[in-house]
């Protein structure tokens, strides 16, 4: 969506989904004076489903952008301006034109420099406060001007002087490749007996300087984090979470799938992971007792026909949960195919919001992590979550004999204005039934 006036085109906020009325900028990924082509992404956005990338409705040059990052807008509003490169100068104030002083001006300062300027962050207030700095004497090197943390540092490093002005006709230094700003780990791949786990691009931790007399440093709360915090802190004032965990020997499941994920991974191109059986299971026992898929809404109780099987994915700074949708209706195999796909789309940033909505029961595979006990919060506004935790060996009894099996622990969370001990310890037990049945002669087609 766009709209043409005077200062541009402008490019409004979209409605990623029906119930989507506004959305937070996460991540600007260009910056006023780029050359920004049509369908070339243009920001992060992040709403209470999905983070996406947005991509530009127009060709030409970012002249102004008018929603910084953090900030949550409606749908329909204007985030930034797009025009022709001779529009830069009046969209921003003289920018090409420089100032009195003969300083030029930062080209991503919209407006003259101080529209976002006075825009300042808990930890941005709090060290000034600390250390009796007056911010309009500091820099800002944010978006429009913006003070962040950083220059509050730098600024005490200084002494308290304002950075020295930079003459007109000198270039800036060029920014860091954005390859710089991620370390991939050393490590191979490893298994850690549930499911192989990628190596994944990790973060780059910048060491703040330090400043004498501080015994703490602060971390901005991401757009993410904050929809995943609203979400949690919801689910758990509205719902009435009880809690239970059966152990299940799945000794022949380990050997069923020993036997064949080679020859799988050869054929289908696809790891062939325990949470595709795990998740056949289920839907299989959520088809004996329904409840299970249903939500609770005042005086009634919605139960659905539809079994969405939410399949929660951990990233390095979030944890999203895309839906594989009609999971009663496909394979051990369709599933699999499945997993992978949103496994590697949501780690790669590149899930749409379709791709998580509809979910109707969660799954979290835990053990991935060596958990072997976990106390799961619902997914909001579901009944119920189920983890899978690590597969252990361990000692059992069978027959009066002590043998080595290979045993699993399933945890399950539940919505208790729905549903009640009874009904779940049935669901468990058969959801444990349907794994320790897999063996030899289990088909995955």
Not at 140 to 161: F, H, N, P, Q
Not at 208 to 216: F, L, T
Not at 317 to 343: C, F, H, M, W, Y
Not at 396 to 411: K, P, T
């Amino acid at each position: 969506m766009q709209r043409t006036t005077s200062r541009g085109t402008g490019i409004v906020m979209p409605q990623f989904a029906e119930s989507v009325v506004q959305a937070t900028i996460g991540k600007w990924l260009k910056k006023p004076g780029d050359r920004v082509e049509e369908y070339e992404p243009l920001c992060e956005v992040v709403t209470d489903k999905v983070t996406a990338e947005l991509p530009s409705t127009a060709s030409g040059v970012l002249l102004e952008i008018v929603v910084g990052e953090g900030e949550t807008v409606d749908v329909g509003t204007v985030i930034c301006f797009i025009g022709e490169e001779g529009g830069l100068a009046s969209s921003a104030g003289g920018l090409a034109g420089g100032t009195e002083n003969g300083a030029v001006a930062a080209p991503d300062v919209p407006d003259g420099g101080q529209s976002m300027r006075h825009r300042l962050s808990p930890a941005v207030r709090t060290l000034a406060e600390r250390h009796g700095i007056d911010l309009s004497r500091v820099p800002g090197s944010g978006i429009g001007g913006r003070i962040t943390r950083k220059d509050v540092l730098a600024y005490l490093e200084r002494g308290g002087t304002p950075a020295p002005v930079q003459p007109a006709g000198m270039a800036k230094p060029a920014a860091p490749a954005a390859a710089a700003d991620f370390v991939k780990p050393a490590a191979p791949a490893r298994s850690s007996g549930v499911q192989v786990i990628e190596p994944q691009p990790m973060p780059k931790i910048e060491v703040e300087p330090p400043v004498a007399g501080e015994r703490e440093y602060f971390i901005d709360v991401t757009p993410i984090r904050k929809t995943i915090a609203s979400r949690m802190r919801q689910s758990v004032q509205e719902i009435p979470h009880a809690w239970t965990s059966i152990e299940v020997d799945v000794t022949n499941l380990v050997a069923l799938r020993n036997k064949v994920k080679d020859e799988f991974r050869k054929n289908e191109g696809v790891n062939l992971t325990y949470m595709a059986f795990l998740i056949k299971a289920v839907v299989s026992a959520i088809k004996d007792y329904p409840i299970m898929n249903s939500v609770w809404s005042q005086d009634k109780i919605f139960v659905k026909r539809d079994i969405n099987i939410s399949l929660a994915v951990g990233t390095e700074d979030s944890v999203l949960t895309p839906v594989i949708k009609n999971a009663d209706q496909k394979n051990i195999v369709g599933i699999a195919r499945e997993v992978e796909d949103l496994a590697r789309r949501t780690r790669a940033g590149k899930l749409t919001p379709a791709d998580m909505e509809g979910g109707t029961f969660t799954i979290n595979n835990t053990g991935t992590f060596g958990s072997i006990l976990s106390y799961p919060i619902i997914n909001y506004p579901q009944a119920a979550i189920l983890t899978f935790e690590q597969i252990v060996k361990k000692p059992v009894v069978i027959n009066d004999m002590i043998a080595i099996r290979s045993v699993v622990n399933l945890c399950l969370s539940f919505d208790h204005r729905i549903l009640d001990g009874v009904i779940c310890g049935r669901f468990h037990q058969r959801v444990k039934e349907n794994l320790e049945s897999y063996g030899p002669d289990t088909k995955l087609y």
